[in-house]
């Protein structure tokens, strides 16, 4: 961190970000973000997934011109909330908003910064077999 952000810091300068308007859909290979949370897109996604991410504050960015650090969700995450619908896919989005934003802060806030566990995931299932999954 340069001398100009640490001064910048102390003094409380910095302000907030607003949320950017939600943009086009974007292509495979590029990244959403929400938060300190970026999801790098491996698979398609359609309107519906889109207008969903967009409602819980999810934006495309592009990572060539961004500079502010984001931790990267494992791909079997996107898979998990692509797959998922209703209330199984809002509930999934809670726990992974939780799980990564509290280490993210913990790790800002100058503790040890660790890969948090891969905790398995309760989802409501019509299938008594398929109780609990991991989403990393």
Known sequence: ???KNKIRTVLKIRKERAVPPAGPMPQIGSSIVCNRLRIRLKY???REIW???CKHGWRAVDMRTERREYTLLPDRALEKLINLEGVERDVLHKQIMQKYTVSRINADKGEKARKPESPAVAVKNSEPDRV???IS
């Open 1 to 3: 961190m340069s001398i």
């Open 132 to 134: 609990s999954e991991e």
């Open 44 to 46: 398609p996604i359609n």
């Open 51 to 53: 207008d969903w991410f």
